[in-house]
């Protein structure tokens, strides 16, 4: 067993990683993206199935396309590369066809199946990306017009944009943000509730430290950000869109 537990290139790459919105106009050479990209591929994915693409987005009108989409984020223009993460069972529909034959994919398992191996192929683009210094962050900002950005990206039905990734390097690399108490996501043997209220005054204390540590409004507790955030429904247009798009959901 290593000595140090809380220590290997992955651990200090993950304990120190937090989201980069502010990128500096340097460029991204291909082959280092190609470098993230294929590293992220050893990624783990469904019955090997690897239902997911990438789209590298470098054409700057193309990227401010994409980020007046996604609600007009900046960093979506500024970073070099933007990477879309596709949930993508089209490439199945062919390869099968191929062969003569065919998937059943309209239904709830493959979409999830898709939607899995998209989000683990792109967290380990970003740790890849970090690893090398770079900085990302993730835009599911992509699926406020998921049929928009299908245009614009050409996709095929099957294929659809879970989320996007800007990569490219920092100009000012963000704290990490704390984490809610681990006894609060970490259970043993069976799910248990603990006491709220005890983890979730640590975190609002945590968070509240941090953000004025990074000039942010320290008053305004977690939960009721979530509250506000998330009381009604969101996105309520995708299930119908991705119908559309040969996605299923029985
Ligand atoms: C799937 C996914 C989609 C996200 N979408 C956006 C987004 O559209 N815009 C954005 O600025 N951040 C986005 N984020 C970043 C989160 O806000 C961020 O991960 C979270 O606040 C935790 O902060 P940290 O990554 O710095 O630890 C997204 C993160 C994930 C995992």
Redesign the pocket.
Known sequence: MPENLNSSSVIDTLRG???V?DFKSDELSDEMLNAILNAARQAPTSSNLQAYSFVVVRDPEAKKRLAAM?GG?Q?VIDAPAFVAICADTHRLSRVTASIGSSIAKDHLEMTMVACIDA?LVGMCASLASDSLGLGT??????RNDPAGVAAELGLPDGVFV??GLCVGWPNTR?E??PRLPQDMVIHHEKYADGDLAAGLGDYETAMSEHHRHVGRDPDEPWAERVAKQFSAPKREHLLAVLKERGFGFD
């Open positions: 990683r937090a989201s919105r996604a984020q960093h989000a962050v993730m835009i599911g900002g992509m879970a989320f963000p990490a943000k």
